[in-house]
């Protein structure tokens, strides 16, 4: 078996991993990661066919070829291998960035801070689990003056694991939502799950960036001493938001020389995220003239409060992800913007376990307190209790529904969790 030192030195000849031979390109190593329905070492000769330097498998290969490397387990490998590209980085400030909601908003913004005064990686896209975290370590190339690592989770222990092998020197909790209630087990265990980000900076000397305004963040951080807070009233950076539509415009009222922003953000429920952003870019020393430019610059994409214009109409599309607490925000903003017509189509929300039906009755309860012209529920356990909207199974379904209505001037909100792909509405 390869020793992790072996295999770094043939890292460093071909820095570039792949898990997937539909993303290969020559001269990568192709790690071959198993899954409940799939098994990357049977495609590990077809990797090398098309061009990979290497193939790390851990089961034994009818072709035999000096290019395949055998270990005892492939995920554990390509972990301990990012551990290790890690730990050649002494002085390199890693910012790990988890939380419920907001937490690739807030990625993407601190990243577009960061970089526009240093050499700075980040993850990409949503690669931020159990695979995605140490692909984009090694990702890091060693020209790197900061790194950005969004950690996903959905169950305890799981942002633990991942502080082993990224060992953050600097932390950032977005919120704690009900989110993953199912894995987590409760709010708490929430909490609890995210809060291990916390545990790793107070057990090794970490700087936290903590959102003031939410008191269960200043329970959390208890011990740890190296906190710099924003927030709307108190802290290094405060602001609040001055105007909500069509983009969020924000009031800087302490710490910075600019005393606005105007983001391309749709939603207030974007403040934390745009003053974490300006904080930890005043703690790195990038000049205000370069954040200022850097957030409202940033462009949302990949289905993340998308503000989409057809026509006469304009759609919200926030179709990434949604939990209670997301879905609420989006529901309480978009009441607040002034149009003729406003339309609700929302997807279910996942993995809340036996909370699911009281928290998708909590939405419907939420939507009932506004006025709208039409409001479109889909799939998930909208259709487990009684309500007097509409409800369609699926996006395909929903889809059919958006293109026979001929909207004129409508405000539209389409939201609803990953898994439901709502975005398909407007295919």
């Known amino acids: 078996m390869i020793t992790t030192e072996a295999l770094y030195q043939i890292y460093l000849h071909h820095p570039s991993v792949q898990t997937d031979t539909r993303k290969l390109k020559a001269g990568d190593i192709f790690f071959a990661l198993k899954g409940p329905n799939f098994n990357g070492n049977e495609f590990a000769a ?3 066919e098309a061009g990979a330097a290497y193939a790390v498998v851990d089961e034994d290969l009818p072709v035999k070829d000096q290019r395949i490397i055998k270990t005892n387990n492939v995920l554990a490998t390509l972990q301990e291998l990012a551990k290790h590209h890690r730990e050649q980085f002494h002085n390199t400030p890693f910012i790990a960035i988890t939380g419920s909601n907001g937490k690739t908003t807030t990625k993407e913004l601190v990243h577009a801070v960061l970089s526009s005064h240093y050499k700075t990686y980040t993850t990409e896209g949503n690669l931020n689990n159990h695979i995605g975290v140490p692909v984009t370590l090694l990702r890091v190339k060693k020209d790197a003056e900061m790194a950005v690592i969004e950690m996903g989770a959905n169950h305890q222990k799981e942002i633990e694991s991942y502080c082993v092998y990224a060992q953050p020197t ?3 909790i977005t919120n704690c939502g009900k989110a993953h209630l199912e894995g987590f087990g409760g709010a708490e265990g929430v ?10 900076m107070r057990a090794h000397n970490g700087t936290i960036f903590a959102y003031d305004d939410y008191d269960y963040l ?12 924003y927030g709307t009233s108190k802290g290094t950076v405060t602001g609040n938001v001055s105007k909500s539509e069509p983009f969020l415009e924000v009031a800087i009222t302490n710490g910075a020389t600019f005393n606005s922003i105007q983001t391309q953000l749709v939603g207030d429920y974007n403040l934390p995220n745009v003053l974490c952003a300006i904080a930890v870019g005043k703690y790195f020393g990038v000049p205000d003239i370069k954040i200022k430019f850097a957030v409202e610059h940033y462009v949302p994409s990949n289905s993340r409060s998308q503000l989409i214009q057809t026509g006469s109409n304009k759609i919200i599309l926030d179709a990434y992800n949604a939990n209670p607490t997301s879905m609420k925000a989006a529901i309480e903003n978009f009441s607040k913007i002034l149009a003729p017509k406003k339309v609700l189509m929302l997807g279910g929300m996942m993995e809340l376990g036996e909370e699911s039906v009281a928290e998708h009755e909590n939405i419907v309860n939420l939507i009932s307190k506004y006025k709208w012209s039409d409001v479109v529920l889909v799939g998930g356990d909208f259709n487990k209790f009684e309500h007097g909207y509409t409800y369609l199974e699926n996006s395909k379904e929903a889809n059919d529904w958006f293109h026979q209505q001929d909207f004129e ?7 609803g969790s990953r898994s439901m792909q709502m975005e398909k509405v407007l295919e």
């Open 46 to 48: 077809k990797a090398l």
């Open 170 to 172: 600097h932390g950032i």
């Open 191 to 200: 909490r609890k799950g995210k809060g291990e980000l916390y545990d790793y």
């Open 218 to 229: 200043h329970d959390m951080s208890k011990g740890i001493t190296n906190i710099i807070w």
């Open 409 to 415: 001037r409508t405000y539209i909100l389409i939201k």
